[in-house]
């Protein structure tokens, strides 16, 4: 059974820090390109960062590029994304998708607000 389950969302402050996860299970994790999305209220789902399968190379949204880093620990099949200096417009549900066979995670809310 495949699942990838984002934790870490939550209310943060602008210019506040995050760091997200994503726990995978039931495929061979180390060899998929993994990737972060996000879909903020009537808009689309949209890119935000990919990572190689051994994390040795990386990809950005415009938008997020020097404040978002995306990660990869093989041995604990889970990849994070490390958000800092957030800003109103990061405000989104974030979901985990493997690139490889196409699965989605379920997401988690992230709300950047004062």
């Known amino acids: 059974q495949v699942q990838l389950v984002e934790s870490g969302g939550g209310l943060v402050q602008p210019g506040g820090s995050l760091r997200l996860s994503c726990a995978a299970s039931g495929f061979d994790f180390s060899i998929s390109v993994m990737s972060w999305y996000r879909q903020a209220p009537g808009k689309e789902r949209e890119l935000v960062a990919s990572?190689?399968?051994?994390?040795?190379?990386?990809s950005y949204a415009d938008s997020v590029k020097g404040r978002f880093t995306i990660s990869r620990d093989n041995a604990k099949r889970t990849v994070y994304l490390q958000m800092i200096s957030l800003k109103s417009e990061d405000t989104a549900v974030y979901y985990c998708?493997?690139?490889?066979?196409?699965?989605w995670g379920q997401g988690t809310q992230v709300t950047v607000s004062s």
């Open positions: 990572i190689s399968s051994d994390g040795g190379s990386t």
């Open positions: 998708k493997d690139r490889f066979r196409g699965n």
